[in-house]
T-cell receptor
């Protein structure tokens, strides 16, 4: 069966520091991968999606970037964190014909 | 543009009563409508979904209805229990190259024992 991992689970970072969040998927090949952000008490904002290795599309301009160095690995990065980057970051995967998106356990990021 | 609206934003019901959450979507090309439940501090979990060629789907105490003409769909939870308390998100999917899904803003459901 498919499994999705995210780490770290929680992170506290100072403003201006770099960021790297990792997501890996097991049990499937060539998944579509997604990064979402959820501010406290708010909905799900799609940040990036990827349909294959090295293929990244951004939904909203922001202080973040994403990379997909391997088929089942998706990385979210920032060179300098802002206070507004705080939130719950969720990675998700889907397989095109199966339609459903499944979420990872998330990383709770606090920028101080 | 693509948009999913969801109402109400908060809902409080007595244990045993029914809860109904309604969503509308903007793009008639939408063909798949999942519902997710998110408990506090946890990831969203798929609880039920419906495809555009189906009008209603039921799974125990949960049912979803779809009206494609009116572009709205609803989640019905019967005999609510305290463990149903959570935030519920509706979503609509467009069949593009990457399974684009637009989420509603969420409904915070509280079931009072």
């Amino acid at each position: 069966s498919q499994t999705i991992h995210q780490w770290p689970a929680t992170l506290v970072q100072p403003v201006g520091s770099p960021l790297s969040l990792e997501c890996t998927v097991e049990g499937t090949s060539n998944p579509n991968l997604y990064w979402y952000r959820q501010a406290a008490g708010r909905g799900l904002q799609l940040l990036f999606y990827s349909v294959g290795i090295g293929q990244i599309s951004s939904e909203v301009p922001q202080n973040l970037s994403a990379s997909r160095p391997q088929d089942r690995q998706f990385i979210l990065s920032s060179k300098k964190l802002l206070l507004s980057d705080s939130g719950f970051y969720l990675c998700a995967w889907s397989v095109l014909r199966e339609r459903t998106q499944y979420f990872g356990p998330g990383t709770r990021l606090t920028v101080l | 543009g693509e948009n999913v609206e969801q109402h109400p934003s908060t809902l409080s019901v007595q244990e045993g009563d029914s809860a109904v959450i309604k969503c509308t979507y903007s793009d008639s090309a939408s063909n798949y409508f999942p519902w997710y439940k998110q408990e506090l501090g946890k990831r969203p979990q798929l609880i039920i979904d419906i495809r555009s060629n189906v009008g209603e789907k039921k799974d125990q105490r949960i049912a979803v209805t779809l009206n494609k003409t009116a572009k709205h769909f609803s989640l019905h939870i019967t005999e609510t229990q305290p463990e149903d308390s959570a935030v519920y998100f509706c979503a609509a999917r467009w069949e593009t190259s990457y399974d684009k899904v637009i989420f509603g803003p969420g409904t915070s459901l509280s079931v009072i024992p």
